[in-house]
């Protein structure tokens, strides 16, 4: 299997599905923008103030490396605003509670619990974040678990890494169209 996932190989999984969920842009924040990232990056700097129109997304991964690579690929986004951090579930809680957080980036397997339950308490919440749970584990017992939970997007660490960084600069640009 190949692998273009930036933040490292893991050969030994499963390929998984880029996404269980489809939905159109819109669904999450009004008119939608479609096309590639260079465009939709040339878009939103057309916009007036990223203060009001920023996306601000929490990373929640155990693995310092990832998150750390994950967070540095994202903020050089157009659109995006604060990045958030946690290597735990309990941080990610707290993170999504305590900040406004339009998206939610979970690992499956994390120290305190799962992302799997940070997606259930999360998507709890009114208005919810966008989750995209990003795993190692791209089983179809997880994307079933995850999809009935309420995540919007499941993604595989070592497969998928250019249709996420894709998918949030689309995210991005939605977001900001829809608030300009």
Known sequence: MTS????????????????????????????????????????????????????????????????????????????????????????????????????????IQMPGGSGIDALRTIKERSPSPIVIMLTNYPYPQYQQKCENLGADYFFSKSTNSTELIDLVARLAITKGNSNG
């Open 4 to 107: 273009d996932a930036p933040w490292g190989d893991s050969a030994s999984e499963p390929e998984g599905t880029a996404f269980f969920r489809p939905r159109p842009l819109e669904f999450f924040f009004g008119e939608a923008y479609i096309g590639t990232t260079q465009e939709l990056t040339k878009r939103s700097n057309m916009g007036n103030g990223m203060l009001e129109t920023s996306l601000h997304v929490l990373i929640a991964d155990d693995s310092a490396f990832l998150r750390n690579r994950l967070a540095r690929m994202i903020t050089r986004i157009s659109g995006v605003g604060h990045v958030h951090l946690a290597a735990d579930t309990a941080s990610a809680l707290l993170t999504v509670r305590d900040q406004a957080v339009d998206l939610a980036i979970l690992d």
